[in-house]
């Protein structure tokens, strides 16, 4: 393992549940930015339209495991919106993927940035502390 490897699997396993849960935020959300940037430098290239699909189907991946780790008996009213949000997303990006739609996939970002910031909230009130920032994919 290289050293980055090394790190990320510590940081992962001496996370708390809800950092857990916002570097897959950081994650779907980098996931998305590659998406982007493939398009942005032009579907004739195959490998930009590798990168473009590649990084979607993480980004929805991700997202699945996110809906399918809500707990509907301890979160009630609040993961069953998420649920909705995440099902919201997973169409949308299919759709964007589909279409090619940039200005969908950054409402995408967006949301999915605006997601993230709210479990920081979580994570300052349960923990009492911000745990170090790290994207999840550096």
């Known amino acids: 393992m290289n050293p980055a490897e090394v790190y990320l699997q510590n940081m992962v396993e001496n996370a708390n549940p809800i950092r ?3 570097m897959l935020y950081d994650k779907a959300i980098a996931c998305v930015e590659e998406a982007v940037d493939a398009i942005g430098r032009g579907l004739e290239d195959t490998e930009n339209v590798k990168v473009k699909a590649e990084s979607l ?3 929805m991946d991700i997202l699945i495991v996110l809906r399918a780790s809500l707990d509907s008996e301890r979160g009630q009213e609040i993961a069953k919106n998420l649920d ?3 099902d ?3 169409n949308e990006i299919v759709s964007a993927n589909m279409r090619n739609d940039v200005e969908s ?3 995408i970002k967006e ?3 605006e997601l993230r910031e709210a479990w920081e909230e979580a994570e ?3 923990y009492g502390k911000e745990e170090v920032s790290a994207r999840a994919n550096e």
């Open 57 to 59: 189907t993480r980004a």
């Open 84 to 86: 909705e949000i995440y």
């Open 88 to 90: 919201v997303l997973i």
């Open 20 to 22: 857990l849960v916002i």
């Open 111 to 113: 949301i999915l940035e």
């Open 124 to 126: 300052k009130k349960v």
């Open 105 to 107: 996939l950054i409402k």
